[in-house]
């Protein structure tokens, strides 16, 4: 079992984080990194839309799916996802920024997959899950390919982009639909639960969203959409290389929802700390050694002088990567409040950081702020699950043995 779960979710996320960075460099060479950092804007308010919309419908569903069933859920995870877009179309009307409707484009068909994720994992069924996830990639990557193969002109390749991002998606939550029959029709019985349990948690998920992606809109606002661009191409080699915390993180997070033991918990921290620690510090040292020609060969000549951008961000990677296992950890416990104070401090220490070290340092200076933040994150968790859950330091401590041995399980 443990076998199953683990290599299978690592495997399905290597392998959409593989697909996702082949869209990532095919919009670099073909757009640019200007029209690179365009779409990263449009992608940040797509995920602001879906962080709002998963108070009601996304990792609630996790641990609420166990007690009422798909059937009592999904209905007002779907009335509610409506109500955040109907909203977020009016901010836009309102502001006058008729261009922003292509992410209300993008937000609605992944909308509707993320709540289907969450579904699909509080059932338990991570496979399926992890399917979806990595058929979404795939189908983004081929349709991107296929636009700029087809469409050599320079105008509506942003456009072009979005709707294939937004067709991708669509086609995804579709062939999801039969993994959750049992629960359509729907009930209009909607347990209360689902309007509250999820805002604690959410609230820490959207502070943890200013933690990663807040610094775009400063370096867009200071440096332009060009250094936006590089940003977030570093942005997405660190999300690929933190795939093995978030995958561990997500197994680890069923299993302790499924089995809410203290004890359990404890060995599951033990256990995937440190395969996680252990994988991510091994690629991030293959990334120390990575010259600045091979991305240039990636994105493109626009990208020149990438690495000097990507390497202030990798101790962040490694400190993302120690806090994503404990983290799960206080979630599953429904330990929302401490979850959202240690987001909002890590927010507070990078935001005040970056108001003073990225109109001095550029991208150099937003990296070192995202560092001072998770470093923050990182010692709050610790100290909350030294505290409260009786877990000693020593589970923080990754076993070099111990994680040799799980790999050898595994493969």
């Not at 079992?1 to 960075?21: D, H, I, P």
């Not at 983004?140 to 509506?156: D, P, R």
Request: aromatic share 12%; with cysteine; charged share 10%.
């Amino acid at each position: 079992m443990l076998r199953n779960a683990v290599f299978g979710t690592l495997m399905a996320r290597l392998l959409a984080a593989a697909a996702g960075f082949g869209t990532v460099v095919l919009c670099s060479r073909f757009m640019g990194a200007e029209g690179r950092g365009t779409l990263s804007i449009l992608l940040a308010l797509v995920q602001v839309m879906m962080i709002a919309s998963e108070f009601v419908g996304g990792s609630t569903l996790v641990n609420l799916t166990p007690r009422f069933g798909v059937q009592r859920l999904w209905p007002g995870s779907y009335l509610w996802l409506g109500a955040v877009l109907l909203f977020s179309a009016t901010v836009m009307y309102l502001s006058g920024k008729q261009h922003l409707w292509m992410s209300l484009l993008m937000a609605l068909p992944l909308g509707l997959l993320t709540i289907h994720y969450s579904l699909l994992q509080g059932l338990g069924d991570m496979r399926s899950r992890n399917r979806a996830q990595l058929i979404y990639e795939l189908l983004k990557m081929l349709m991107v390919a296929a636009l700029f193969l087809c469409f050599q002109q320079e105008t509506g390749r942003v456009q072009g982009t979005v709707m294939a991002f937004s067709m991708a998606a669509l086609i995804a939550w579709m062939l999801t639909l039969p993994r959750l029959r049992s629960g359509i029709p729907g009930s209009l019985n909607m347990p209360r639960a689902l309007f509250a349990a999820g805002w604690w948690s959410q609230l820490g998920h959207l502070v943890q969203f200013l933690n990663y992606r807040a610094a775009l809109f400063l370096i867009d606002y200071w440096l332009g959409n060009s250094e936006t661009g590089r940003y977030s191409n570093a942005l997405v080699i660190a999300d690929a290389v933190w795939i093995f915390g978030n995958s561990l993180g997500s197994v680890a997070h069923m299993r302790m929802v499924l089995r809410p033991d203290a004890a359990y918990a404890r060995n599951l921290l033990r256990r995937y700390h440190s395969l996680s620690v252990c994988g991510t510090t091994l690629a991030v040292l293959f990334l120390l050694f990575l010259p600045d020609a091979v991305y240039m060969a990636l994105f493109g000549a626009e990208f020149r002088g990438f690495r000097t951008v990507l390497l202030p961000l990798l101790p962040v990677i490694l400190l993302l990567s120690a806090s994503t296992l404990p983290s799960h950890l206080l979630h599953a416990a429904n330990d929302f409040r401490h979850l959202l104070l240690a987001n909002v401090s890590g927010w507070v220490v990078q935001f005040l950081l970056s108001l003073w070290l990225i109109p001095r340092y550029g991208l150099q200076g937003a990296a070192i702020a995202a560092g001072f933040g998770f470093l923050c994150i990182l010692l709050m968790v610790w100290r909350r699950l030294l505290r409260k859950h009786g877990i000693q330091a020593g589970d923080f401590i990754p076993r070099i043995n111990y994680a040799r041995r799980l790999l050898r399980r595994m493969f």
